[in-house]
């Protein structure tokens, strides 16, 4: 015991050691440290002749990359020209649509920022050089935080990240007019934001390009603003900078190679592409540093409730952060081939959860422009049923208000296809939602939208009707069951194709609809969770890897000898390494937690089997299944009774795959491990069924993706002997029900909507009888 303690001890005045500050350094280390900085060289994974085949240069300015880079300046400005704030005229009356555009006046980069702001008549603006203009599209950030600029000679007062980007997108030599809806906005006046809300679509569409702020690699980094850093540290953060500069002439190369080989005819060869002096293509973009690609992949303007429709809407765009910048169709190019090389391509599901890739947000983006491009519909349809998928397609976006979950996605409609929403942000959020699912369900002819309602623990909007979706809440929820489980529309049709015919009372608080009830719930199994995800954290296990703690643990550890500081190597490398250990203990073992309750989640599957086995096996007559196997009824069940492309005995087969990793978690659970040390059973039941998970998921249309709708939802069992999937928050006695115009049956207590449901055996009408529908008041 004693020489634990002595080691114990040891161990401890090393850290005291390691992390403390070295006396004889400071002493040697006057005005930042004394030391001049390294420079730092730029290091480009695209070949040497990428400069000549591009068009697209770095910078507007055309400066070079080895120029130290800019940092974000954050300190207010250094002299105003006057002390009042800046007062707002009101738009002119006489002209149909006004607007007002902001005049970016030249200047360094480290001056103060000066603009003019005018009046304009949108009718009267367009391309041409005259009437010309740039809507800046970029995330608001904490509007708490604010910093002055000087607007016609007066304090004007911005978030931090829109100076950041006026900075950067300042030019030395000459203005640049641009429409920002921060400044060009009267926001204190609420009739006008409302009537410029509505202007948005059209501003957007008749900018010359929409300019997308991605940020300040410093501010993205975590180390703008700060004045504590040593000459090292400056060092090493250029060296972050210039590695952003990387991942945008990665973009430039994946773009020239994809025109190169489309021009040629030729097909992409996966894991490897063209070969250069350094590599192929594949081994060039490999050798990126993965974490750099979180700012720009993972960045939050793709996130931002409105940057759908300004993207969208532009003409043309081009994406900056920093002095960097890439054209949208540059981007664009580049994502298609960087698929096509096998970067980006995740399964679909991950036990049935759903998981996002991170390049979804921006091919869905590419989709809808192609095609509205194209002259094509987006959603063929009613308009309600292109609002649904825009609102859809858009709710796990954020917004500052909640209005703006409606309101950003209304310039996406056709001016000839509008649905009644007028943009009024003195309305009450509840009211907005209302409006807007109402008018969904009167324009759609269906009752799709009601797969979108579902009992968030943290809801962003209160006193919600039960049939409104709270569309402010960005937390996953259970897949609506209007698609099947490949996310296309439902084949099947539980009320025969009917329409909807909905009526709505009470100051349209109850929504009354024609339907009757067919069964009730007589039994109900246990929830299935998302793997990766809680109640508290509706998101994938990349959290583990996002959380600020690790990247900059991550970030501070020496990749090369040359990182290390020169001054103090050995105890910079030792400080650092043991910093980094600490870090991610905490991590290590929430990873290891997480990936064991996978055996938990696969439990709730053999749980699952286990009651349709013995409600419908034996000689149970009662039952409509009775000359149906059970197991086949459970596949059906956990698909959504979605088949494979390739027939039924491809979906048999997969499905007799996938349950013998339930055999592998049953045979632990028959020894009665998980009784004796349940920390046990779930490392060797997920150590066991990890081989055949692997094999299982190497595919891209793997069994598990078909089990999307397993998720948040429970198994259960109608008083009839029905198996049904019932929303989470159902329980015995709730009554099921089928509703002219609904694709599938619902889940009903009286007056309130509890959610969607998938009964099999009525998924097509077998049950419907319109002679029998009654009206069925929700509140």
């Not at 700012?295 to 303007?301: A, C, K, Q, R």
Request: with cysteine.
């Amino acid at each position: 015991m004693s020489v634990f303690n002595r080691a114990r001890n040891a161990w401890k005045r090393f850290e005291e050691w390691a992390d403390s500050p070295d006396s004889d350094d400071d002493d040697n280390n006057d005005d930042d440290d004394g030391r001049p900085e390294r420079e730092v060289e730029a290091v480009s994974p695209a070949p040497k002749k990428l400069d000549e085949v591009t068009p697209e240069a770095n910078s507007e300015s055309g400066e070079s990359q080895m120029e130290a880079p800019r940092f974000c300046y954050t300190n207010t400005n250094k002299a105003l020209a006057s002390a009042h704030a800046y007062t707002y005229t009101t738009l002119p009356a006489n002209i149909e649509r006004p607007i007002r555009l902001l005049t970016l006046l030249p200047g360094p980069s480290d001056a103060d920022i000066q603009c003019l702001l005018e009046h304009a008549d949108l009718d009267c603006l367009g391309r041409d050089e005259d009437a010309s203009f740039e809507a800046l599209s970029y995330v608001w950030g904490d509007v708490a935080s604010t910093t002055p600029i000087q607007l016609d000679g007066a304090i004007g007062d911005i978030g931090q990240n829109l100076r950041s980007a006026l900075l950067h997108l300042r030019r030395e030599d000459r203005p640049r007019t641009l429409w920002v809806d921060a400044v060009c906005i009267n926001q204190g006046d609420m009739d006008e934001r409302n009537s410029q809300i509505a202007l948005m679509g059209d501003i957007y569409t008749k900018a010359t390009r929409v300019v997308v702020w991605l940020g300040c690699p410093c501010c993205l980094l975590g180390t703008a603003g700060r004045d504590d850093l040593s000459s090292y540290q400056r060092a090493e953060l250029k060296k972050k900078v210039f590695r952003v500069g990387q991942l945008f002439d990665a973009v430039r190369l994946l773009a020239y190679e994809a025109a190169v080989v489309a021009a040629e005819g030729r097909q992409v060869v996966p894991e490897m592409g063209d070969q250069y002096e350094e590599g192929t293509s594949y081994q060039l973009i490999s050798k990126l540093d993965p974490r750099w690609e979180l700012i720009f992949l993972d960045n939050p303007w793709w996130a931002r409730a409105w940057t759908l429709q300004e993207i969208v809407l532009g003409h043309d765009a081009v994406m900056c952060m920093g002095r960097e910048e890439v054209t949208w169709d540059c981007l664009r190019r580049a994502t298609a081939h960087y698929t096509a090389l096998g970067f980006g391509t995740f399964s679909e599901s991950y036990f049935g959860n759903k998981i996002t890739s991170r390049l979804e947000p921006m091919q869905m983006i590419i989709s809808i422009k192609e095609a509205r491009e194209a002259g094509a519909e987006v959603v063929r349809g009613p308009v309600g049923d292109e609002l649904l998928y825009y609102l859809a397609s858009s709710h796990w976006r954020d917004s500052k208000m909640p209005h703006d979950k409606i309101y950003a996605v209304l310039g996406l409609l056709d001016k000839t296809r509008h649905v009644g929403i007028e943009a009024d942000y003195r309305a009450d959020p509840a009211r907005v939602y209302r409006q807007a699912t109402r008018a969904l369900l009167e324009r759609c002819g269906n009752l799709d939208v009601l797969g979108f309602c579902y009992p968030f623990k943290t809801g962003r909007v209160a006193d919600l009707p039960s049939w409104v979706p709270d569309w402010g809440s960005n937390c996953n929820l259970a897949a609506p069951l209007m698609n099947d489980a490949k996310g296309k529309l439902r084949p099947t049709h539980a009320s025969r194709g009917l329409q909807s015919d909905p009526r709505w009372t009470d100051d349209d608080k109850t929504l009354i609809l024609q339907g009757h009830v067919v069964d009730s719930v007589a039994k109900a199994g246990s929830v299935k969770p998302a793997v990766f995800t809680d109640d508290y954290h509706e998101g994938t296990g990349d959290w583990l890897l996002k959380d600020p703690a690790m990247l900059a643990a991550a970030e501070s550890f020496p990749q090369t000898w040359d990182d290390l500081d020169p001054e103090r190597p050995i105890r910079h490398l030792l400080s650092e390494y043991w910093k980094n250990i600490k870090a991610a203990g905490p991590y290590v073992k929430k990873l290891l937690s997480v990936l064991t309750e996978v055996v938990s989640h696969q439990e709730c599957y053999i749980e699952w089997q286990d009651l349709i086995a013995s409600e419908l096996g034996g000689h149970n007559h009662s039952s409509p299944y009775s000359e149906r196997d059970p197991d086949a009824i459970f596949r059906d069940v956990l698909t959504t009774s979605t088949p494979y492309p390739s027939g039924p005995a491809e979906t048999q087969r997969r499905f007799d795959e996938w349950c013998q990793y339930l055999s592998s978690i049953r045979r632990l659970k028959s020894a009665k491990l998980d009784r004796l040390s349940p920390a046990v059973f779930k490392a060797l039941g997920f150590t066991a069924g990890l081989s055949r998970l692997m094999a299982e998921n190497e595919g891209d249309d793997t069994f598990s993706n078909y089990t999307l709708h397993t998720v948040r939802r429970r198994l259960g069992f109608t008083v009839s002997g029905r198996v049904c999937l019932l929303p989470k928050r159902a329980e015995v006695g709730d009554q099921i029900a089928l509703l002219r115009g609904g694709r599938v049956p619902v889940v009903l207590r009286p007056r309130e909507f509890v959610g969607e449901a998938y009964v099999h055996g009525i998924m097509d009408g077998e049950a419907f009888d319109e002679g029998r529908c009654v009206e069925i008041r929700i509140t």
